[in-house]
Nanobody
Framework: VQLQASGGGLVQAGGSLRLSCTAS????????VGWFRRAPGKEREIVAA????????YTPDSVKGRFTISRDRAKGAVYLQMNHLKPEDTAVYYC?????????????????WGQGTQVTVSS
């Protein structure tokens, strides 16, 4: 599975962006998908995950209430809606497909990664 993340850009604090994750060569419709980010000088962290059918989702406290993950299996896409963005949300955002159909926050269980998309939030 090869994934591609898109939708990043420059936005002012308080603004919104929607990231998209699509797959080429093989669908990921039966895989859980996670969104991760890595800011300069920081560890990679998970910001959202969704089960294969969208029935379960996860967002950590750092983005809860601001970020929403969803998927459209018919279109083969997973989205990350980011609202009320803060400068500390600035990072490269990656989507990844898991081995399992079910959510995990363990990055070791996400073997398929996209190339990342830059999100920059100005103050």
């Amino acid at each position: 599975v090869q994934l591609q993340a898109s939708g990043g850009g420059l936005v002012q604090a308080g603004g919104s962006l929607r990231l998209s994750c699509t797959a080429s060569k093989r669908t990921f419709s039966n895989n859980a998908v996670g969104w991760f980010r890595r800011a300069p000088g920081k560890e990679r962290e998970i910001v959202a995950a969704i089960s294969w059918n969208g029935g379960s989702t996860y967002t950590p406290d750092s983005v809860k209430g601001r970020f929403t993950i969803s998927r459209d299996r018919a279109k083969g896409a997973v989205y990350l809606q980011m609202n009320h963005l803060k400068p500390e949300d600035t990072a490269v955002y990656y989507c990844a497909a898991g081995r399992s159909s079910y959510i995990t926050t363990d990055t070791q269980h996400y073997p398929y990664w996209g190339q990342g998309t830059q999100v920059t939030v100005s103050s």
